[in-house]
C-alpha cells in the first residue's frame, strides 16, 4: 500500500487516500487545540505519543472484540485505517461529571454519576459543535433511528472496556467522546481517536488530570502526562 493525496486535513491529523480503495493512510500532527480551535500551538511529540495511545487502545478494544476502523500502524505518526462514511456526530460518555457538563448544570466536578451519561453533539465547527438529542438527531437526519439505537449500545459497552482499561492503569475514566462511521457493507464502526486528547484520564490515586485540559486551561506542559499515560498502558 502507497501514499496518495490528501483527501482532509483537521486540527489534530491529515488523512490521505491510498492505493487501497477502503484504506486511508492517517498522520497525527503536533497541534493542540482548544474552544473549537480558539488557542493552537504546536507541541512537539503530541502526534506521536497520540498515534501510539490510539493504536494501542484499538488493539485492546479489538482483543475484547470490540472491532474499529484501525487496521494497523505504520510510523510514530501514522495509522492505516479503514475509510468510513462518517456519522457527523460526536457521541460524549460522561461517568464523573466535568467540563461542559459540571458549567452548564451546575454540578461539582468529581462527582460519580449515578449511570453513564450519553450526549451527541453535532460535528459542525461553524456552529461549535452544539449539544443535541435523539429527536435533534432524527429529526436533521444524522443518523436513522436504529442506527441511533446502535451508536448508543456500542458506545455504552466501548465505555464498559475502557473503564476496565483504565483502572488497570491506575486511571479514572472521567468522561470521554467517540466518532462513528459506516463501512461500504453498511457495518457501524468505532472510527477517529480515543487518547489524551478526547478523555478526560484522572490518576486514580490523586486525582490529577492526565489530559488535554492542562492544555486547555494553561496547567503545564502535557508531553511527560500524555507519556505516562502511554507507559502504563504498555503496561499492561
Ligand atoms: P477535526 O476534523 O475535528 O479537526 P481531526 O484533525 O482529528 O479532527 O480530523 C480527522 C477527521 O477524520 C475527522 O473529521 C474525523 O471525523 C475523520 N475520520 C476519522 N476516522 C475516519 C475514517 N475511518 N474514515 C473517514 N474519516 C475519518
Ligand atoms: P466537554 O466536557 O468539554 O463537553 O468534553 C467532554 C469530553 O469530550 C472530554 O473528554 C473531551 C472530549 N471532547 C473532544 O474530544 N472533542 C471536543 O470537541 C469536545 C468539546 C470534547
Redesign the pocket.
Same mark, same amino acid.
Given at each position: 500500500m502507497e501514499k496518495r493525496g490528501i483527501l482532509y486535513e483537521g486540527k489534530a491529523k491529515q488523512l490521505f487516500e491510498t492505493t487501497e480503495p477502503d484504506v486511508l493512510w492517517v498522520t497525527y500532527k503536533n497541534q493542540a487545540t482548544a474552544g473549537?480551535g480558539a488557542k493552537k500551538e504546536t507541541i512537539a511529540g503530541k502526534g506521536e505519543l497520540n498515534n501510539q495511545i490510539t493504536s494501542l487502545i484499538f488493539e485492546k478494544l479489538k482483543e475484547k472484540g470490540i472491532p474499529s476502523h484501525f487496521i494497523e500502524r505504520l510510523s510514530d505518526t501514522d495509522q492505516a485505517i479503514e475509510k468510513v462514511e462518517m456519522f457527523p456526530l460526536?457521541v460524549?460518555i @460522561?461517568n464523573v461529571a466535568?467540563?461542559?457538563?459540571? @458549567?452548564r448544570l451546575d454540578v461539582e466536578e468529581g462527582k460519580d454519576l449515578p449511570f453513564p451519561v450519553l450526549?451527541f453533539?453535532l460535528k459542525e465547527d461553524a456552529l461549535n459543535?452544539p449539544?443535541i438529542n435523539d429527536d435533534h438527531v432524527l429529526a436533521l437526519e444524522l443518523a436513522a433511528e436504529e442506527e441511533v439505537a446502535e451508536l448508543k449500545k456500542q458506545a455504552r459497552h466501548i465505555n464498559q472496556a475502557l473503564i476496565s482499561l483504565f483502572k488497570q492503569a491506575g486511571i479514572r475514566l472521567? !468522561?470521554?467522546?467517540l466518532e462513528f462511521g459506516k463501512t461500504k457493507e453498511g457495518t457501524i464502526i468505532l472510527a477517529d481517536e480515543i487518547s489524551p !486528547?478526547?478523555?478526560?484520564l484522572w490518576d486514580l490515586k490523586t486525582n490529577d488530570s492526565l !489530559?488535554? !485540559?492542562v492544555f486547555r486551561q494553561d496547567r503545564g506542559d502535557i508531553i511527560p502526562l500524555y507519556q505516562e499515560v502511554l507507559n502504563r498502558l504498555n503496561q499492561l
Amino acid at each position: 500500500m502507497e501514499k496518495r493525496g490528501i483527501l482532509y486535513e483537521g486540527k489534530a491529523k491529515q488523512l490521505f487516500e491510498t492505493t487501497e480503495p477502503d484504506v486511508l493512510w492517517v498522520t497525527y500532527k503536533n497541534q493542540a487545540t482548544a474552544g473549537n480551535g480558539a488557542k493552537k500551538e504546536t507541541i512537539a511529540g503530541k502526534g506521536e505519543l497520540n498515534n501510539q495511545i490510539t493504536s494501542l487502545i484499538f488493539e485492546k478494544l479489538k482483543e475484547k472484540g470490540i472491532p474499529s476502523h484501525f487496521i494497523e500502524r505504520l510510523s510514530d505518526t501514522d495509522q492505516a485505517i479503514e475509510k468510513v462514511e462518517m456519522f457527523p456526530l460526536e457521541v460524549v460518555i @460522561r461517568n464523573v461529571a466535568a467540563g461542559s457538563f459540571s @458549567r452548564r448544570l451546575d454540578v461539582e466536578e468529581g462527582k460519580d454519576l449515578p449511570f453513564p451519561v450519553l450526549e451527541f453533539y453535532l460535528k459542525e465547527d461553524a456552529l461549535n459543535d452544539p449539544l443535541i438529542n435523539d429527536d435533534h438527531v432524527l429529526a436533521l437526519e444524522l443518523a436513522a433511528e436504529e442506527e441511533v439505537a446502535e451508536l448508543k449500545k456500542q458506545a455504552r459497552h466501548i465505555n464498559q472496556a475502557l473503564i476496565s482499561l483504565f483502572k488497570q492503569a491506575g486511571i479514572r475514566l472521567v !468522561d470521554f467522546k467517540l466518532e462513528f462511521g459506516k463501512t461500504k457493507e453498511g457495518t457501524i464502526i468505532l472510527a477517529d481517536e480515543i487518547s489524551p !486528547d478526547t478523555c478526560r484520564l484522572w490518576d486514580l490515586k490523586t486525582n490529577d488530570s492526565l !489530559d488535554k !485540559d492542562v492544555f486547555r486551561q494553561d496547567r503545564g506542559d502535557i508531553i511527560p502526562l500524555y507519556q505516562e499515560v502511554l507507559n502504563r498502558l504498555n503496561q499492561l
